[in-house]
């Protein structure tokens, strides 16, 4: 082999390798629509997520206990009978079958004036009144963040709940719904108290949150028990995120001052409906008789 030759075969030696492709495929940008199609059925995953989990079993003995559930065959007679009247205006708002159509009539939130009312007792029960329609399914969500009746009653104390997504953008929505053994009801617990519950309930955060918890896919309904309206400044601003707001107002107990007061914070509330509860006026003297009466906005039992 002559000079040259052995020169030639030695830069041959010195050339480097070509590039070895990469054993994972680079993800292509993906076009705007592609990316929506994938958050949505990302969303349906995790949304579906709970529907793997074990049934949280609800003990309706430590909800009567916890005075959550009426006891007695008359009386529960009587309360479905009268949660059937109440739950049917807010069916039609919902589904767009109402006077107008509201915005996130899905959303329902229970609330009172004052303290003592029974609003977490109406809350339940509208929870699970509503769960027995065929066309629904109810997500109940613990949000009196300083009383926590529900999440107590449930023995969900430690879980994760709705202040720990609000917190936390890191964790989805749908971690914190817990799937009952109640046909069609979900369950949110209240999860980590945190200072600025206000401050997190008027956030954007927290409307991301309420659009995860609605299941837009899905024809559920949104059941809030928040804190009294005059008790609190969150459940003020709670309320602006609901379509539909429903005002516990306790008879004989509840002045008409400390109602209006109420009334005037929910202002800007698309619908508020009143319900007159533990009422003692027989059937036979008032249609809303036992536990509730649904009143239009800004009427009352009594007035003209």
Same mark, same amino acid.
């Given at each position: 082999?002559?000079?040259?030759?052995?020169?030639?075969?030695? @830069?041959?030696?010195?050339?480097? /390798?070509?590039?070895?492709?990469?054993? %994972?495929?680079?993800?292509?940008?993906?076009?705007?629509?592609?990316?929506?199609?994938?958050?949505?059925?990302?969303?349906?995953?995790?949304?579906?997520? &709970? /529907?793997?989990?074990? *049934?949280?079993?609800?003990?309706?003995?430590? *909800?009567?206990?916890?005075?959550? *559930?009426?006891?007695?065959?008359?009386?529960?007679?009587?309360?479905?009978?009268?949660?059937?009247?109440?739950?049917?205006?807010?069916?039609?708002?919902?589904? $767009?079958?109402?006077?107008?159509?509201?915005?996130? &009539?899905?959303?329902?939130?229970?609330?009172?004036?004052?303290?003592?009312?029974?609003?977490?007792?109406?809350? %339940?029960?509208?929870?699970?009144? *509503?769960?027995?329609? #065929?066309?629904?399914?109810?997500?109940?969500?613990?949000?009196?963040?300083?009383?926590?009746?529900?999440?107590?009653?449930? $023995?969900?104390? $430690?879980?994760?709940?709705?202040?720990?997504?609000? %917190?936390?953008?890191?964790?989805?929505?749908?971690?914190?719904?817990?799937?009952?053994?109640?046909?069609?009801?979900?369950?949110?617990?209240?999860?980590?108290?945190?200072? @600025?519950? &206000?401050? #997190?309930?008027?956030?954007?955060?927290?409307?991301?949150? #309420?659009?995860?918890?609605?299941?837009?896919?899905?024809?559920? @309904?949104?059941?809030?028990?928040?804190?009294?309206?005059?008790?609190?400044?969150?459940?003020? %601003?709670?309320?602006?995120?609901?379509?539909?707001?429903?005002?516990?107002?306790?008879?004989?107990?509840?002045?008409?001052?400390?109602?209006?007061?109420?009334?005037?914070? #929910?202002?800007?509330?698309?619908?508020?409906?009143?319900?007159?509860?533990?009422?003692?006026?027989? &059937?036979?003297?008032?249609?809303?008789?036992?536990?509730?009466?649904?009143?239009?906005? $800004?009427?009352?039992?009594?007035?003209?």
């Amino acid at each position: 082999m002559s000079i040259v030759e052995k020169a030639v075969e030695k @830069l041959k030696t010195l050339q480097p /390798e070509p590039p070895v492709s990469p054993l %994972v495929d680079v993800e292509e940008p993906a076009h705007p629509a592609s990316t929506i199609e994938r958050l949505s059925g990302r969303a349906r995953t995790v949304d579906q997520s &709970a /529907e793997t989990t074990p *049934l949280w079993h609800v003990d309706q003995g430590a *909800l009567e206990r916890a005075g959550l *559930l009426p006891t007695g065959d008359e009386s529960n007679d009587r309360l479905a009978d009268e949660l059937r009247r109440v739950k049917r205006p807010l069916m039609d708002n919902a589904i $767009g079958k109402g006077a107008k159509v509201l915005a996130h &009539a899905e959303r329902i939130v229970v609330t009172s004036a004052l303290p003592g009312e029974g609003k977490t007792f109406t809350a %339940v029960n509208l929870a699970l009144s *509503l769960a027995r329609e #065929l066309d629904f399914e109810v997500l109940l969500v613990d949000g009196d963040i300083p009383k926590s009746h529900i999440t107590r009653a449930l $023995g969900l104390d $430690g879980q994760l709940g709705l202040m720990d997504v609000l %917190v936390d953008e890191r964790r989805q929505p749908a971690e914190v719904i817990v799937r009952t053994d109640v046909p069609n009801l979900l369950v949110v617990p209240v999860g980590k108290r945190h200072p @600025l519950t &206000a401050e #997190l309930f008027s956030s954007l955060r927290m409307e991301q949150v #309420l659009e995860e918890l609605g299941g837009r896919h899905l024809r559920r @309904l949104v059941v809030f028990d928040s804190s009294p309206l005059l008790a609190t400044s969150e459940s003020q %601003v709670l309320a602006s995120h609901m379509g539909q707001v429903v005002m516990v107002v306790a008879a004989s107990q509840t002045g008409q001052h400390a109602v209006h007061s109420a009334l005037q914070s #929910l202002n800007g509330s698309p619908y508020v409906g009143l319900i007159l509860n533990m009422s003692c006026l027989p &059937a036979s003297e008032n249609y809303y008789y036992s536990y509730y009466g649904l009143y239009p906005r $800004g009427r009352l039992a009594g007035e003209a």
